[in-house]
């Protein structure tokens, strides 16, 4: 079929096509973004759902609210991607190792974490050490972590914008920050 060669097809299909989901599986294994033209009650479906986030993290964002809250779809939609994070569930943006999964791959994904996880000290310094300025997004008591500020303005001297006053006065930080964007 048609849809076997291009996933991308599926946008021309008829609506009893849209909602095979033989069909619709073959697509968003060839093309996850295919996930978009499928019927509902294959954006429902956890089998498809998870076949076209692996092809492609950022299907997650057409995929049914179900299954934007389960763990293994959101893990596995962000290990490919990790801006997919922001079409995640709460349950999922609340949860420490799916947000770390994703800001490994991607710091600014620390921007669609819940606060709780924006509070936590091992999840910010990874974001900061892969994007320095997703400081920008984290919460004040790690805005106001020497530790972590100074990671962030290694990676970004304008991430000291970010940092907390107190960090601003540190000399450490200051001159770690101008050296960077000299």
């Not at 956890?46 to 492609?56: D, K, M, R, Y």
């Not at 990671?151 to 000291?160: F, I, K, P, Q, T």
Request: glycine share 6%; hydrophobic share 45%; proline share 2%.
């Amino acid at each position: 079929a048609a849809v076997q060669k291009d996933g991308s097809r599926l946008e021309f299909a008829g609506d009893t096509c849209k909602n095979n989901p033989e069909i619709v599986l073959a697509a968003v294994q060839k093309d996850g973004k295919a996930l978009q033209f499928a019927g509902d009650a294959c954006k429902n479906n956890p089998e498809i759902v998870l076949a076209a986030v692996h092809n492609s993290g950022l299907a997650l964002q057409h995929a049914s609210e179900q299954c934007k809250d389960m763990a293994e779809i959101v893990t596995a939609a962000v290990q490919k991607d990790g801006k997919a994070l922001k079409f995640a569930g709460d349950a999922c943006k609340n949860n420490p190792e799916i947000v770390m999964t994703a800001v490994h791959d991607s710091g600014w994904s620390l921007q669609h974490a819940s606060e709780q996880c924006k509070d936590m000290a091992e999840i910010v310094m990874a974001a900061v050490q892969k994007d320095g300025a997703a400081l920008e997004f984290a919460g004040d008591a790690c805005k106001n972590n020497p530790e972590i500020v100074l990671a962030a303005v290694h990676d970004s001297g304008l991430a000291l914008q970010h940092a907390s006053e107190q960090c601003k006065d540190m000399a450490e930080i200051v001159t770690a920050a101008v050296q960077k964007d000299g």
